[in-house]
Nanobody, 130 residues
Framework: QVQLVESGGGLVQTGGSLRLSCAAS????????WGWFRQAPGTERELVAA????????VYADSVKGRFTISRDNAKNMVYLQMNSLKPEDTAVYYC???????????????????????WGQGTQVTVSS
């Protein structure tokens, strides 16, 4: 069973930056899609970004394109989310999650679907003040 631990959240002013990290256990880290999701109070959990097993293919929510960057380090079993030009509407709990395995192929619609992710971290709070 994989364990995911997020870190890097905090309080930042509008326009600031944060880097979230997700440490994953397990020897098959490199063969899965990984994603970052977020959930604000009273809203559905939504995809922020996802990355393929090679790191070469990514998908982002329209609201974060050009500001956020997802990356992974398969040697360290780590997934990162660099968040720049933060806005108050980015305030949420951010979750790291494991998606489909490489054998299932990359499909953007699938990568966006939270129901395709089977393991989740405990979340890290990001608060952006105006």
């Amino acid at each position: 069973q994989v364990q995911l631990v997020e870190s890097g959240g905090g309080l930042v002013q509008t326009g600031g930056s944060l880097r979230l990290s997700c440490a994953a256990s397990g020897r098959t880290f490199s063969t899965y899609i990984w994603g970052w999701f977020r959930q604000a109070p009273g809203t559905e959990r939504e995809l922020v970004a996802a990355v393929s097993w090679t790191g070469h293919t990514t998908v982002y929510a329209d609201s974060v394109k050009g500001r956020f960057t997802i990356s992974r380090d398969n040697a360290k079993n780590m997934v990162y989310l660099q968040m720049n030009s933060l806005k108050p509407e980015d305030t949420a709990v951010y979750y790291c999650a494991r998606g489909r395995s490489a054998g299932s192929g990359w499909d953007t619609a699938t990568a966006r679907n939270k129901n395709e992710y089977d393991s989740w971290g405990q979340g890290t709070q990001v608060t952006v003040s105006s």
